[in-house]
C-alpha cells in the first residue's frame, strides 16, 4: 500500500545477495576479464543460498527449463546492447563482435547480466556511476522477469525494487537518489503493474518529496505517475519545489523518450491538481504562492514543450490564475504563444478543446484595442481551419462550451474580411448567430 506518511519500506531480506555482491566488488577490482564467468557462477551461488527449494537450480530438469527460457528471453536484451552498439563510431565491427561473444553462451551472459544490475543496485558506488543506457538493461531485464510466472522470477524482481526504494530512502547522495529515481521511472513508465508492486512494497511519498526537494527533479515525474490523492499531494508541500521545476523549463527542451514526461511537465500537472480540486481558498492559496511575474513568464516559457497533457495542464492553471488576479491577464497576453493552444483546440481530445476554449475566453476578457490584436494573432496563427474548428465546437460540445466557442466565432468573425471564401464566410456568422438566438 502506498504510504503518504513516512513509514518503514516493507523490503524483503537481501542479506544473502549483499555479501556475495561485496565479494563481487572486490573480485571485480582484481580481474575484469572473466566478469562474466564471475558473474555467472556466483549468481548460481547466490540463487542456491536464498532460502526457498523452489528456487534451485540443481535438479537436471529444471536447469534445461531454465537454461531454456534464458536463451528464449536474453533476445531482448541483444537487440537492447546491439543498438547502443550501432552508436559507437566502429558499430559494425562491435556489433558482430557482440553478436560473436553472445553467440558463444547467451545464458550464462543473461545470468551475468541479472546479477550484474542487481550487484550496481546493492552498492551506491554503481549507483553513482548511472548512465541512461544503465536504466535500459534494468528495464529490460526487468521486463524479462515480469513476463514469467514463479516465486524466482518475483523474488528476483523484488531485489531489484527493494534496492532502488532503499537508495531513495536512505542516501545521502544525490547522485545516488537522482539514479534510483530515475530507473524506478523507466521501469514504471513501460511497466504499468510496477506501480503496485511499489506499492505493495512500501513506497513513502515522503522520501519522493524529500528528493524533490533536494533538487532531484526526475522525482516529479515518479510522483505524477503514482498518482496519489490531492490531499497526499497538499499534505506533502510540495509547491515551492514543483515551481523551481517549471523554472528550470530551459533545462529540459530535449524532447524526453516515450511515454516519459519531462519534469517540468510533470510538476505543471501536479501544480494543476493543487490549484483546482479543493475548496475556494485552499486554492486561492496555492495560487498566491505561484501569482508572480518570474512565476508566469516561466509557466508561459513551458509552452515551448511539446506534449498535450502538459499544454492542457498548463491552460488549466493559467485560466485559474488570471481569474484569481485579473494583473495576470496582462503578462499572460504580452508573453503567450497562441500556437500550442490553437493545437488543443484541434485536437481529438474533449479535454484539450474544454482547455483552450476556457483559456482563451479567460485571456479575452481585456479591452478592446489589445484584444483585436490577440484576435489577429489568433486568426492568422489559425488560418481557416481553427473558424471549422469553432463551428464543429458550437454544434456538437455541451452546452457551456458551446458558448464559449460562438463567443469566440463571433469575435473572429470580425475579421472575415481576410477570409475569400464568402460561403464559408456566411457559415461563421450563421452558426454562431443561431447559437445566441436559441
Not at 540443481?58 to 528464449?72: A, M, T
Not at 543473461?110 to 552498492?123: A, H, P, Q, R, T
Not at 519545489?241 to 530551459?250: D, G, P, Q, R
Not at 468573425?413 to 443561431?434: A, C, G, I, N
Amino acid at each position: 500500500m502506498l504510504q503518504a506518511p513516512c513509514s518503514t519500506v516493507h523490503s524483503m531480506s537481501t542479506t544473502t545477495i549483499l555479501p556475495h555482491a561485496s565479494q563481487h566488488r572486490t573480485r571485480e577490482e582484481a580481474s575484469e576479464v572473466n566478469i562474466d564467468d564471475l558473474f555467472s557462477g556466483r549468481f548460481l551461488s547466490s540463487i542456491s543460498d536464498l532460502d526457498l527449494r523452489v528456487l534451485e537450480l540443481g535438479g537436471k530438469r529444471s536447469y534445461i527449463q531454465w537454461n531454456s527460457h534464458l536463451k528464449r528471453s536474453s533476445q531482448k536484451l541483444v537487440e537492447h546492447r546491439a543498438a547502443r552498439t550501432k552508436q559507437g563510431p566502429h558499430r559494425r565491427e562491435n556489433l558482430n563482435k557482440f553478436c560473436v561473444h553472445h553467440r558463444k553462451d547467451s545464458s550464462a551472459e543473461l545470468i551475468g547480466d541479472i546479477e550484474k544490475v542487481i550487484s550496481k543496485l546493492c552498492f551506491s558506488e554503481g549507483l553513482a556511476k548511472f548512465e541512461e543506457d544503465y536504466a535500459g538493461e534494468v528495464m529490460t531485464i526487468y521486463e524479462m522477469l515480469n513476463s514469467k510466472k514463479g516465486v524466482k522470477y518475483t523474488m528476483l524482481k523484488d531485489v531489484m525494487l527493494d534496492q532502488l526504494l532503499t537508495a531513495i530512502s536512505t542516501s545521502k547522495e544525490e547522485r545516488v537518489i537522482r539514479a534510483s529515481v530515475s530507473i524506478l521511472t523507466t521501469i514504471i513508465s513501460t511497466n504499468k503493474s510496477a506501480i503496485e508492486d511499489v506499492k505493495r512494497k512500501g513506497l513513502r511519498l515522503c522520501d519522493l518529496a524529500a528528493a524533490l526537494k533536494r533538487n532531484v527533479h526526475e522525482a516529479a515525474i515518479l510522483i505524477h505517475m503514482i498518482n496519489p490523492s490531492p490531499t497526499e499531494m497538499k499534505t506533502l508541500e510540495l509547491l515551492p519545489a514543483l515551481v523551481e521545476v517549471v523554472c528550470s523549463s530551459n533545462n529540459y527542451k530535449k524532447k524526453p523518450v516515450a511515454p516519459l514526461l519531462t519534469p517540468p511537465a510533470a510538476s505543471l500537472m501536479i501544480i494543476e491538481v493543487l490549484v483546482t480540486a479543493f475548496d475556494c481558498a485552499t486554492n486561492n492559496t496555492h495560487l498566491a504562492a505561484i501569482n508572480s511575474p518570474r512565476v508566469l513568464r516561466e509557466l508561459l516559457n513551458f509552452a515551448g514543450n511539446n506534449n498535450l497533457e502538459g499544454y492542457v495542464s498548463l491552460a488549466n492553471v493559467l485560466v485559474k490564475c488570471m481569474q484569481f488576479d485579473g494583473q495576470c491577464r496582462k503578462i499572460v497576453a504580452q508573453c503567450i504563444p497562441v500556437a500550442p493552444f490553437i493545437c488543443l483546440l484541434r485536437s481529438d481530445e474533449k479535454c484539450a478543446k474544454f482547455a483552450a476554449l476556457q483559456f482563451f475566453h479567460e485571456l479575452l476578457r481585456m479591452p478592446r484595442s489589445p484584444a483585436m490584436k490577440l484576435l489577429r494573432k489568433i486568426r492568422k496563427e489559425g488560418g481557416t481551419k481553427i473558424m471549422e474548428v469553432l463551428v464543429y465546437c458550437v454544434r456538437e460540445l455541451p452546452t457551456d462550451y458551446q458558448l464559449l466557442a460562438a463567443n469566440l466565432l463571433l469575435q473572429l468573425d470580425t475579421l472575415t474580411h481576410l477570409v475569400k471564401v464568402h460561403s464559408k464566410k456566411r457559415l461563421y456568422r450563421s452558426s454562431s448567430s443561431q447559437w445566441f438566438l436559441k
